[in-house]
């Protein structure tokens, strides 16, 4: 049904319509990349999950000086009491050796000044006996050494890649967070700026019925429009609720701590170079490095194994205090300086089976870069193709958008003139809508899109 209106609701609608319009595009100020740079800042300081693979990494280096200090003497202090019975003993032949010269210078001298004596026994086992010492041990030739601290430096290189890679990954979740939550406070916005349009609609609509001019049906059709509206506002307050507890966690801050919106975001669409971003992203991504530090760590693994054939030598010098007494005197004292010499010269299968096991592993080290290589170029592949198709949505709806704006500005001049009825006005607001609504989708997809084509091609300095 047709109407006309007086120029208070002409004004009311541009007024309305003025208000959508602000709430979706604000006016410029403080800038998003500032903003969301110190958000992600705060990020690698906080999140927790962080903390731990920063935690890995400060172990692995403690380990790698664990093994560094295995080239150095080690110095101790040793202590022993220790109360002996029985056990083996030595015999002294004492009498055997001199009796038999007693007797001939007894017959000599014709006396007996020279009597018999009995062989000696003595306990190998003292009764009581102590022995303190500090003893100083200098490894020599020890590859075991040399390759476990080469594999440790390598495992340092691993976690720190490990650190490294969850790092670029977090930055890319806070980026796409944070873009879901001001895609959120868009459509919150234009969800409040609508339900402001729709109440002055059935104000409008009572009034005008209450005048005669439109009939109950059109009454209770704006009503209907504006109930139907509270459910689609209720689901946009929940998704708005749930961005910013989510964007929260990741920073490691209260779940409803406010988060600051800028009053500009520029999107500029650019198409990447594919194939360059892809040989980029071979070269820097950090799970590839990981796997390189694996595979030299493998090789030292072998080299280990092999080398598990040679000797080991090392020397010991001793020195300390004997006696059954404890007495510290020069009278007491001993040095023992000693150079030691184990080698190992059969066990079974053993080694041989070491190494194979050894090799096994670096060969599952290799398929499994093989197949990361393809991974990461199939990631790329998928973000890139995601990037072009956002970028075309991006530009469709934008198009979209200014022609629904022209269509209800016609659409609003011809309601005015009753020349429109009712319904193909409320047709016309809800392309607007719908196309507002689509814009900031699609504004903000290409957002979160891009941030994940940073993390797959490592373009996004995370140091």
């Known amino acids: 049904m047709c109407c006309c209106m007086d120029w208070k609701t002409n004004k009311r609608i541009k007024v309305l319509f003025g208000i959508i319009w602000l709430g979706v595009f604000p006016l410029q100020g403080q800038q998003a990349d500032t903003l969301l740079n110190r958000y992600i800042n705060i990020g690698l300081q906080n999140n927790l999950a962080l903390q731990q693979k920063n935690a890995d990494y400060k172990k692995s280096l403690k380990a790698l000086d664990e093994a560094r200090s295995w080239f150095f003497p080690a110095l101790s202090f040793n202590a022993r009491y220790s109360l002996a019975e029985g056990g083996r003993t030595i015999e002294f ?139 689609n506002a209720a689901e946009a307050g929940k998704n708005l609720q749930a961005a910013k507890a989510y964007f929260n966690f990741l920073l490691n801050r209260p779940l409803n701590r406010d988060i600051i919106v800028p009053d500009t975001l520029s999107v500029v669409a650019v198409i990447p ?56 005197d020069k009278t007491h004292d001993f040095t023992l300086a000693s150079f030691v010499l184990r080698w190992d010269l059969f066990q079974g299968m053993q080694k041989k089976a070491k190494i194979s096991e050894s090799r096994i592993e670096k060969d599952k080290l290799e398929a499994r870069k093989t197949e990361l290589k393809q991974q990461i170029c199939l990631q790329v592949d998928n973000a890139w193709n995601g990037l072009i198709a956002a970028q075309k949505a991006m530009k469709a709806a934008d198009e979209e958008e200014k022609a629904a704006n022209k269509a209800f500005r016609v659409m609003s001049k011809k309601y005015e003139q009753g020349m429109a009825n009712y319904l193909e006005f409320l047709d016309s607001r809800t392309n607007m809508t719908e196309a507002k609504l689509r814009k900031i989708i699609a504004r903000y997809d290409y957002l979160i899109i891009y941030a994940e084509y940073e993390r797959v091609t490592a373009t996004y300095l995370t140091k």
Do not use: C
């Open 273 to 328: 170079d594919r194939e360059q971003d892809k040989q980029l992203a071979l070269r820097k991504r950090e799970e590839i490095n990981q796997l390189d530090y694996g595979l030299r760590s493998a090789d030292y693994q072998i080299k280990l194994q092999k080398n598990d054939r040679l000797p080991v030598v090392f020397a010991a010098v001793d020195y300390g205090f004997q006696g059954e007494k404890y007495i510290f």
């Open 93 to 231: 032949p004492v009498g055997d050796m001199l009796n038999p010269v007693y007797n001939t210078l007894n017959y000599l001298t014709n006396t007996h000044l020279f009597p018999n004596i009995e062989n000696q026994t003595f306990n190998f086992l003292r009764p009581h006996e102590h022995e303190t010492k500090v003893e100083l041990v200098q490894p020599l030739f020890n590859p075991d050494i040399l390759y476990n601290y080469k594999i440790r430096k390598e495992l340092t290189g691993y976690w720190e890649a490990n650190r490294n890679a969850y790092r670029r990954a977090l930055i890319s979740d806070i980026k796409k967070a944070y873009y879901t939550y001001l895609k959120m406070v868009r459509i919150d916005e234009l969800v409040k700026s609508t339900r402001t349009l729709l109440e002055a609609n059935v104000r409008l609509n009572e009034k005008l019925f209450r005048n005669q001019k439109i009939t109950i049906d059109v009454v209770y059709r704006s009503r209907s429009e504006l109930s139907r509206f509270e459910q």
